[in-house]
Nanobody, 115 residues
Framework: QVPLVESGGGLVQPGGSLRLSCAGF????????MGWYWQAPGKQRELVAS???????NYADSVKGRFTISRDNAKNTVYLQMNSLKPEDTAVYYC?????????WGRGTQVTVSS
């Protein structure tokens, strides 16, 4: 079993919303800083949002006010609520620790924003 499994991606129209989930297996997401990352075609993977074990959050400037990272400790899951989606948000989204660990990269989940 991979340590982190992403889900919730899909095709959505501009202005729409999606919620991504990242379930932890053999890793307790409540005890460490976690992040959501995205990678668009031809671009490097970048940090989108992060949440510390204490609950402090940070966001990339391009998603501030639109995306919200949260965590459910009982479910050992990290979420990314994405609202007001734009075509430029199209990417594969991954979760990992923050900073990331090479051992924890999963398959990601594809988000496509298009009309």
């Amino acid at each position: 079993q991979v340590p982190l499994v992403e889900s919730g991606g899909g095709l959505v129209q501009p202005g729409g919303s999606l919620r991504l989930s990242c379930a932890g297996f053999r890793i307790f997401v409540s005890t460490i800083s976690m992040g959501w990352y995205w990678q668009a075609p031809g671009k490097q993977r970048e940090l989108v949002a992060s949440i510390t074990s204490g609950g402090s959050v940070n966001y990339a400037d391009s998603v501030k006010g639109r995306f919200t990272i949260s965590r459910d400790n009982a479910k050992n899951t990290v979420y990314l609520q994405m609202n007001s989606l734009k075509p430029e948000d199209t990417a594969v989204y991954y979760c990992n620790t923050s900073p990331p660990s090479r051992a924890y990269w999963g398959r990601g989940t594809q988000v496509t924003v298009s009309s």
